[in-house]
């Protein structure tokens, strides 16, 4: 059983993304760990699993190290990034590339110009939750950095979700419902960046969502009812066990 009624940590940069804030605090991607599979989410708070790093969310991460501030030990923790001669492998020279012309831009640097990792706490349905925007300016907007293969990928990455809760939790903290938007540049050859904002109805949608399942979510990670497992998921895939099967099945849908 998860404990989300005891002291809470205060948290930093350096415990954000630990076992006890994850354990502690509901926050966005777990949130979508939960709809994905229940019984994944719950391996990750536990710290039984650990979801492998992709080459497309360290190019992402690559990106968001810059404007953060921390490019040079990123660079450090990840040595795989850079080839046998010690040059950057073929993405992360895309990477920069993405770096160069988002900086130029003067409506898209502009976005970016805010609190640069602000992190906020706050009760959301009877939940702690967590968040860190990329770029909070005060009174104007949030703005959250997105690097993605190309603009039409944007929806299925339920970026809507995102931007409610984070509506939400400057509202819970400060008082002001501030617009959301996602500073979006593409990987492709020739690179694409634009601001988007998430209309506030389309915002006001994910919330309504969010209400109708996160009561169940938060009775599962307290322990109060088991996780289900989707078995289709790499944890789950992980920690099967075989069984006998008719071959027909594979031949359905």
Known sequence: MIDMEGKRVELTSENYYSQEANEQFFSVSQYKDFMKCESMAMAKIRGEYQQPMTRALLVGSFVDAYFEGTLPQF?????????????LKSEFRKANEIIARVTADPVF?????????????????????KMKMDSYLKGICIADLKVVANFKSLPLWRYDLQGAVYQA?????TGEQLPFYLAVASKERVVD???????????????????????????????????????????????????????NELLEG
């Open 109 to 129: 640097s502009q976005f970016m110009g805010g609190e640069k990792q602000r992190i906020m706490t706050f009760e959301l349905f009877n939940a702690p939750w």
């Open 169 to 173: 939790g400057v509202e819970a903290v």
């Open 75 to 87: 660079m450090e923790r990840n040595p795989e990034i850079f080839t046998r001669k010690n040059e």
């Open 193 to 247: 960046l634009d601001i988007f904002q998430i209309p506030q109805t389309t915002l006001n949608l994910a919330m309504d969502e969010i209400g109708f399942s996160i009561g169940h979510y938060i009775e599962v990670k307290a322990g109060l009812t088991p996780p289900k497992a989707c078995g289709r998921c790499d944890y789950c895939k992980s920690v099967k066990q075989a069984r006998i099967r008719n071959y």
